[in-house]
């Protein structure tokens, strides 16, 4: 019975930190709402955690509680002289041993999910014909945007990243110039993008972006990197496979598109004299991971936000081609190019404007 | 305020160069509280300049390269140069006393401990006005600093090397002090337990700064001299210094609050009228915690790529360490059960700090578990952790140990009333600064974000966090305010303010003689002056010795000239980036100030002097009357 009684309790515990938990935060976001495989297991350790802690908590509130009114001194009369005790053994015992049992049930299922989460083995599987069979990602950390390479694929985008759900995706980290760190809070745990070594982790994408509010996760940057350290942010798109094989073919065949200094339109030809020598419109460069100058925008015309956090509009790109350093301090994009309406090496408001036009017609999705 | 209280009216500047010089550590004591008290007050004040902008989205309150130093400011400030002085404060005015004896066992070294330490902290602090304060956090992982341009991070680094040269010297003056100064019958195991702590959290200090002294170097020579150790295209490894800082940092979490859990250890049983519960595994949990901190670090990189196995380690180590800290929570509640609880403002402290601190335990475990942590690392669930183990563990330790050591540091009593009021305030808007803060983290905030966008679950709690941190920023002015208003108070000029005093401190009739005891005591038990008072001792302690002369150091203005030829040199070495003419000679001009100084100490020996008794007998009865110290 009092078994029974227990039970019940912890149950009801753990039931109502469900609810607590999991009515915080918004599901594009929140830790507390996981939307891959890595991610749930990892809320079900906070859970689990959080039980344990709970419990002690507890424990020590009520003893401490019962204590702190019981022997007020306003009861005990104030010239009560209380037996001046040593200790106990037997207490000590206790109170070391219970702990220690209490922590040797939560390292079970810590060292489980550590070995779990650092498995990247299957980066190596190759099938018959030699190819890779796992989808894997390189990612490249900048100040302050994202790049992601799939060499296996012989594509790159920028900024938005775009996986299939249902498997398992590997990630190749690095970081090009300080260290950051890829966070996409409800898909899984953060790792750290290094200087000089590739950390390599897999993440799980179970659930379709499209119903979400923009469409998209968010990704953050979660190592202090710099003043716009707050905005480095990027979106995580997730596809069904076959939309996402689909979104492959059509990235794969913007190869070889480019934007020309003779074309009629002022917007290309004004991007191909000032910007192209950063910004890729191909997604199949040709370049090894992670070298590109700047973000990749083949598939701009695609994405939720402008520079990772602006809304997506025509108003936003200009005024961030105007002046980045307003939006973001200490860009590397700040002073590549002239901004003004005077001499003809400045970039004027009219073909700011054509090229913000240009860029948000770069789509393979549309 | 003077804790020499010998009431003849001195200048002003008499009393400067007397505080100069002092190698007192009693007045150490004082200038270390008031010194960490002036920066605890600018660092609360940076925090209260990022809560005003992270008060809602999109702020532009600060800029964002205002806000990383400001976050990178204050958080350095705060762990070097606030509370490590403050604690010091304490261990200065209140171990020696404890221990029955005259004084520390270098009072040269620790002058010249305190000034190595302000200096530093004000070089440090002259950053924000010498072309920016460093901007990487107080971490200043290698990768940003050497990417960091301007001055910053040289300020930073050598600020923290002269600082931390200061704390490190100070930390073997104590255990020096404490192994070999102790009054006969007084044994290791009849120490109080803040001495204890104290010795402890010294060799902390002895093992830990070394690591730091060597990442601060590697960083000072890279910027200085181009040197490559953290280079990484130029084979240097910025790992290297992770590592470096957080066998040093996590050390440092426990030199803080080792000191934190004695001075509650003395508090809770005076309030309790109890002995500590289980004194004897509260020394051994204590050097417990002091070992395994060395342990642990790598739970500060578990996002570093270090791999599963090095993960899995420093997981279960971590984990390790709530156990020890489990039974001085356990012992601390046994204490009070069957005591006789009298609510004072310390013991109001000590008893918001239990469920506070054990709070930021369980959270703390919870990040040691690796997997786990890989969500909660540097989201603002971090942050909510280790402020409520500092705010909760050591910030509630300096303000009730305040108000508790007042009587016998300044021979004042703060006021109750206004005590109880600043605990409310502070304890509250604590409360509400953090709780939440919890679940920023979980809900995908990172932490060190100078801004956020609007709408994605995080501004109402943000919101309320910001109002938090102002309660908490008017709890500490009322705080200062108490401070101040106690010198018009009436002077406590007796033993045992508190009425059930155990340890030796208490036996002190205050004010406490420059010399401290007339006579050492003879030490015959654990809570010596319970003891003696519950044998109806009035004197309140047994002497060990007859009524003799007392052998006193003289005071020295030589730790001041030393640290200020550090403070030059460090000027040269700043600017020596630039290629500026003068900043080798500055160097070598400022070394050569300290070095001149050394070769003088080295030659010129100091005998000190003694003071008769009947000097003694005269002082005595001015301080206390006819009689002396009866």
């Not at chain 2, 006789?340 to 990040?367: C, D, E, H, N, R």
């Not at chain 2, 108000?403 to 009593?413: A, K, L």
Request: proline share 4%; net charge negative.
């Amino acid at each position: 019975m009092m078994k029974g009684l227990k039970k019940w309790r912890l149950f009801s515990l753990l039931a109502v930190m469900t609810v607590f938990l999991s009515a915080c935060g918004e599901e594009y976001i929140s830790t507390l709402k996981p939307a891959g495989a890595v991610g749930k297991e990892q809320f079900n350790l906070l859970l689990f955690s959080i039980t344990i802690m709970a419990l002690v908590v507890v424990v020590v509130s009520v003893l401490y509680i019962y204590a702190f009114l019981k022997f007020r001194r306003s009861k005990q009369g104030e010239d009560y002289m209380p037996k001046q005790v040593e200790g106990s053994h037997t207490l000590e015992v206790i109170w070391t041993v219970i702990p220690i049992v209490f922590l040797l049930i939560l390292t079970v299922p810590t060292l489980i999910s550590t070995y779990k989460f650092g498995d990247v083995a299957a980066m190596e599987h190759v099938d018959e014909n030699g190819n890779k069979t796992a989808l894997i990602v390189d990612v490249t950390a900048k100040l302050y945007w994202w790049e992601f390479a799939y060499p296996d694929l012989g594509i790159v985008t920028a900024q938005e990243l775009v996986v299939p759900t249902g498997e398992k995706v590997y990630f190749n980290l690095l970081a090009a110039d300080v260290k950051h760190s890829f966070w996409i809070p409800s898909i899984g745990g953060k790792m750290d993008t290094n200087v000089e070594n590739i950390n390599k982790f897999y993440l799980e994408f179970d659930e379709e972006s499209e119903g979400l509010k923009d469409g998209v996760f968010y990704g953050k940057c979660a190592e202090l990197c710099g003043p716009s350290h707050a905005l480095m942010d990027f979106k995580v798109k997730t596809l069904a496979p076959e939309a996402f094989d689909a979104w492959v073919a059509s990235m794969k065949a913007t190869e070889g598109q480019t934007a020309s200094k003779d074309s009629a339109d002022l917007g290309e030809a004004t991007f191909a004299a000032s910007c192209l020598g950063c910004h890729a419109v191909s997604s199949v460069t040709g370049m090894p991971s992670g070298t590109a100058m700047g973000p990749n925008l083949s598939a701009f015309g695609d994405r939720s936000h402008i520079a990772g956090f602006l809304d997506f509009n025509k108003e936003n790109l200009v005024s961030w081609i105007k002046n980045p350093e307003k939006y973001k301090p200490g860009n590397l994009m700040t002073g590549k190019y002239k901004v003004g309406n005077n001499n003809p090496d400045e970039l004027s408001d009219e073909e700011i404007s054509a090229v913000a036009d240009y860029i948000m017609s770069l789509s393979v999705e549309k | 305020m003077s804790s020499v209280a010998i009431s003849k009216k001195t200048g002003f500047g008499a009393t400067l160069w007397d505080y100069l010089t002092t190698v007192d550590h009693k007045k150490l004591g004082n200038m270390y509280f008031f010194a960490g008290l002036l920066f605890f007050a600018i660092a609360g004040f940076e925090a209260l300049l990022i809560r005003i902008q992270l008060m809602v989205p999109n702020n532009d309150f600060v800029s964002a390269g205002l806000f990383n130093e400001l976050l990178t400011m204050h958080g350095t400030t705060m762990l070097f140069l606030a509370a490590t002085p403050l604690l010091f404060g304490f261990m200065n005015a209140i171990v020696p006393l404890q221990i029955g004896a005259r004084d520390v066992a270098f009072p040269f070294l620790n002058s010249l401990g305190f000034w190595l330490f302000f200096l530093g902290a004000l070089f440090l602090h002259l950053s924000f006005f010498m072309g920016g304060a460093p901007d990487a956090g107080w971490t200043s992982y290698a990768s940003l600093s050497l990417y960091s341009p301007g001055h910053g991070i040289d300020f930073y680094v050598l600020g923290l090397q002269i600082s931390g040269a200061g704390t490190l010297i100070s930390g073997i003056n104590f255990i020096v002090t404490i192994i070999t100064m102790r009054a006969p019958g007084m044994t290791f195991m009849r120490m109080p337990l803040f001495t204890w702590t104290t010795l402890i959290s010294s060799a902390l200090i002895l093992f830990a700064f070394p690591p730091l002294t060597v990442g601060l170097f590697f960083m000072l020579v890279d910027r200085m001299f181009g040197a490559n150790f953290f280079d990484h295209t130029m084979g240097g490894n910025t790992i290297i210094w992770e590592h470096l800082f957080w066998i040093f940092g996590h050390p440092e979490v426990y030199i803080l609050v080792l000191p934190a859990f004695g001075l509650f250890s003395e508090i809770i049983p005076v309030f309790a009228r109890k002995r500590l519960f289980g004194y004897s595994s509260m020394v051994f949990a204590t050097i417990l915690i002091g070992f395994l901190g060395f342990m642990v670090w790598a739970h500060h990189m578990f996002t570093t790529g270090l791999g599963p196995t090095a993960n899995a380690i420093f997981a279960v180590a971590t984990m390790a360490i709530a156990v020890p800290t489990g039974m001085k929570v356990f012992n601390w509640i046994l204490t009070i059960w069957g005591g006789s609880i009298k609510v004072t403002v310390p013991m109001i402290y000590a008893l918001g700090f239990i469920p506070s601190f054990v709070a930021g335990g369980v959270t703390g475990v919870m990040q040691a578990t690796a997997p786990l942590d890989y969500q909660l690392h540097d989201s603002y669930f971090i942050v909510a952790h280790f402020h409520y183990v500092i705010v909760g563990g050591i910030v509630t330790a300096i303000f009730g140990a305040t108000h508790f050591y007042w009587p016998i540091m300044f021979n004042r009593v703060l006021n109750e009333k206004l005590g109880y009021i600043v605990f409310w305030v502070f304890f509250i808007g604590f409360h509400l600064t953090f709780f939440l803060q919890h679940f920023l983290g979980l809900m995908g905030m990172p932490r060190r974000v100078f801004t956020y966008q609007a709408d994605q679950g995080w501004d109402l709690y943000n919101f309320i966090s910001s109002i938090g941190a102002i309660m908490m920023g008017i709890g500490v002015i009322l705080l200062v305010v108490n401070m101040l208003l106690s010198i018009k108070g009436k002077p406590v000029n007796q033993r045992d303010y508190w009425g059930d005093g155990r340890s030796l401190e208490w036996a002190l009739v205050t004010p406490v003689p420059f010399y401290n005891f007339k006579q050492t005591p003879l030490i015959r038990g654990y809570d010596p002056y319970w003891i003696e008072k519950h044998e109806g001792n009035k004197e309140g302690m047994t002497y060990a010795e007859p009524l003799g002369d007392i052998h006193m150091p003289h005071g020295s203005i030589l730790p001041l000239i030393m640290s200020i030829g550090m403070f030059i040199a460090a000027f040269g070495a700043l600017y020596h980036p630039d290629g500026v003419s003068w900043s080798v000679p500055v160097i070598i001009l400022g070394i050569g100030i300290t070095v001149a100084c050394m070769i003088l100490r080295s030659f010129k020996d100091d005998l000190g002097y003694h003071v008769h008794k009947e000097e003694i007998i005269a002082l005595e009865e001015e301080l206390y009357g006819k009689g002396g110290n009866k």
